[in-house]
């Protein structure tokens, strides 16, 4: 699985990085990083990674299931 978020929708709430702190990273400013980026999320994060795209109010976060 991987997934995105991104860099224009994201207004930095923080519910991504809260929620699966071990895929979603926080910059100065509050904002998730890496952002425009695709990530690999490990097997055993993928649930968390999950709930925290949902979480995002600003629908921000593509989940691409493999
Ligand atoms: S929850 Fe959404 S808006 Fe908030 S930091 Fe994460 S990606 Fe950005």
Redesign the pocket.
Known sequence: MKVK?DGAL????????SLAPEV?DVDDEG??EPRDTMIDVPEEHEEATRHGAR????G??SVVES
Not at 10 to 17: M, S
Not at 55 to 58: Q, R, W
Request: with cysteine; charged share 10%; glycine share 12%.
């Open positions: 978020v994201c207004t930095g709430h923080g519910r991504c990085y979603f904002y998730s979480a995002c109010p600003e921000a976060i």
